[in-house]
């Protein structure tokens, strides 16, 4: 399995921008799709946004849509979460995740360790 490593979470304010990257260790992102979940406070972890192999497909949370961005650089390894308009809801620990359908929340099975976002008033 791919070894997976989160960066760029932080503290903001509401409204400000955040952008969140995953570079995988080990081996390339190119067989799989990847993905960005989040865990927040009294919330189990829940899907934010999916992205597939080929990078010619994405599917979004509706809480999120308008608002938050994936992207890959499959050069760098990298797969990006831009975040805009952020709300206090979004606080939360983000997680990158790679697995064999975009579009099926089941089928992730890697996961990184999580960024911390944190947004305030």
């Known amino acids: 399995q791919v070894q997976l490593v989160e960066s760029g979470g932080g503290s903001v304010q509401v409204g400000e921008s955040l952008r969140l990257s995953c570079t995988a260790r080990?081996?390339?992102?190119?067989?799989?799709?990847l993905a960005w979940f989040r865990r927040t406070p009294g919330q189990d972890r829940r899907f934010v946004a999916s992205?597939?192999?080929?990078?010619?497909?994405?599917n979004y949370a509706d809480f999120v849509v308008g608002r938050f961005t994936i992207s890959g650089d499959y050069a760098k390894n990298t797969v990006y979460l831009e975040m805009s308009s952020l709300q206090l809801d979004d606080t939360g620990l983000y997680y990158c995740?790679?697995?064999?359908?975009?579009?099926?929340?089941?089928?992730?099975?890697?996961w990184g360790q999580g960024t911390q976002v944190t947004v305030s008033s």
């Open positions: 992205l597939s192999r080929r990078g010619d497909g994405t």
């Open positions: 995740a790679a697995g064999t359908n975009f579009r099926d929340i089941n089928k992730f099975h890697s």
């Open positions: 080990g081996r390339t992102f190119e067989p799989y799709d």
